[in-house]
């Protein structure tokens, strides 16, 4: 029997799915899922016109999607943790859970992963149930998951002076973290100048755009400050910090674009940034921004780019 697939009765087979104590069917003249155990008190023999298996989900397959997600993960920290749970062999699928519950940005990731992927399965099963009723496929499977920056984050902005210790801390994290930096003998004399020249800023020329998580712990900051001596369109972005633990999240992309979209409505043009402690994967954030590399800095011209 046809049936229309809505997005209630998708959620509905997904939660069918993830039941294993049960076996379960779908009434396509209900439109509901049934237990199988229940069925076979009420019908002598099951019609297969009106009763359909569900996709099949069991831990091989929970336990791929686990290992998929990881394979996919940016972060490092949260990715080795969950590298070191799958290998143990030992109360895998709670210690994941475990782990992804103390990342809390992290774990919304994965829920939005592995729905999507029980959505692929289910459209794929009703696919094949619309070609045996001789109807053209409906759906193509959906490759990407949604990046959860705006979801998991809380954006706030305003003058350093107005978060000074903020503003201090994030300064010494970044500082601490270019110290730390496998860098050569004129690297490491330029970073040097570089943490000079950083100390002198005057805190009180200095923008500050800062996230959050939804519960108010900090998560990452990037910097704005007038370049001394130069016209007030002409702006230096001094640093862009993100914590590790919120690493892999696009927070670093999310922040330069709103960084570059604030100066813009100043009627900033030109954004210099520093190239000798850049690190390598975040150059093609920058240069989809505009950037470009002028001796030793990346220079954007935003009256050119948009």
């Given at each position: 029997?046809?049936?229309?697939?809505?997005?209630?009765?998708?959620?509905?087979?997904?939660?069918?799915?993830e039941?294993?104590?049960?076996?379960?069917?779908?009434?396509?003249?209900?439109?509901?899922?049934?237990?199988l155990?229940?069925?076979?008190?009420?019908?002598?023999?099951?019609?297969?016109?009106?009763y359909?298996?569900?996709?099949?989900?069991?831990?091989?397959?929970?336990?791929?999607?686990?290992?998929?997600?990881?394979?996919?993960?940016?972060?490092?920290?949260?990715?080795?943790?969950?590298?070191?749970?799958?290998?143990?062999?030992?109360?895998?699928?709670?210690?994941?859970?475990?782990?992804?519950h103390?990342?809390?940005?992290?774990?919304?990731?994965?829920?939005?992963?592995?729905?999507?992927?029980?959505?692929?399965?289910?459209?794929?099963?009703?696919?094949?149930?619309?070609?045996?009723?001789?109807?053209?496929?409906?759906?193509e499977?959906?490759?990407?998951?949604?990046?959860?920056?705006?979801?998991?984050?809380?954006?706030?902005?305003?003058?350093?002076?107005?978060?000074?210790?903020?503003?201090e801390?994030?300064?010494?994290?970044?500082?601490?973290?270019v110290?730390?930096?496998?860098?050569?003998?004129?690297?490491?004399?330029?970073?040097?100048?570089?943490?000079?020249?950083?100390?002198?800023?005057?805190?009180?020329?200095?923008?500050?755009?800062?996230?959050?998580?939804?519960?108010?712990?900090?998560?990452?900051?990037?910097?704005?400050?007038?370049?001394?001596?130069?016209?007030?369109?002409?702006?230096?972005?001094?640093?862009?910090?993100?914590?590790?633990?919120?690493?892999?999240?696009?927070?670093?992309?999310?922040?330069?674009?709103?960084?570059?979209?604030?100066?813009?409505?100043?009627?900033?043009?030109?954004?210099?940034?520093?190239s000798?402690?850049?690190?390598?994967?975040?150059i093609?954030?920058?240069?989809?921004?505009?950037?470009?590399?002028?001796?030793?800095?990346?220079?954007?011209?935003?009256?050119?780019?948009?």
């Open positions: 029997m046809e049936f229309s697939l809505s997005e209630e009765l998708v959620h509905d087979i997904i939660f069918a799915m039941n294993q104590t049960s076996d379960f069917l779908f009434d396509s003249q209900e439109e509901k899922c049934c237990s155990s229940e069925l076979t008190k009420t019908e002598k023999n099951i019609d297969k016109n009106r359909y298996e569900i996709p099949q989900w069991n831990s091989a397959k929970g336990f791929r999607i686990m290992e998929q997600f990881v394979s996919e993960l940016h972060n490092p920290i949260a990715r080795e943790e969950l590298k070191n749970v799958l290998f143990s062999g030992k109360s895998v699928f709670k210690n994941f859970k475990k782990v992804l103390s990342y809390p940005e992290l774990e919304k990731k994965w829920f939005s992963f592995k729905e999507l992927r029980m959505k692929n399965l289910i459209s794929e099963w009703y696919d094949t149930l619309r070609e045996s009723w001789g109807l053209e496929k409906l759906s499977e959906i490759e990407d998951y949604p990046e959860l920056v705006h979801d998991g984050f809380v954006f706030k902005e305003g003058l350093a002076n107005n978060f000074i210790e903020l503003f801390e994030v300064k010494n994290k970044f500082i601490a973290e110290d730390d930096l496998d860098m050569n003998g004129l690297e490491k004399a330029f970073s040097h100048l570089i943490k000079i020249n950083f100390s002198s800023f005057d805190d009180s020329n200095a923008f500050l755009l800062f996230a959050e998580t939804e519960t108010g712990d900090f998560a990452g900051a990037i910097s704005m400050v007038s370049c001394p001596g130069q016209n007030k369109e002409i702006v230096q972005i001094p640093f862009l910090f993100v914590e590790k633990k919120f690493r892999g999240f696009g927070l670093s992309k999310e922040l330069m674009e709103r960084c570059l979209n604030i100066l813009r409505k100043k009627s900033i043009r030109h954004v210099l940034i520093a000798t402690i850049l690190p390598q994967p975040f093609s954030v920058l240069e989809q921004n505009g950037f470009y590399q002028s001796g030793t800095c990346y220079v954007a011209d935003l009256i050119n780019f948009s």
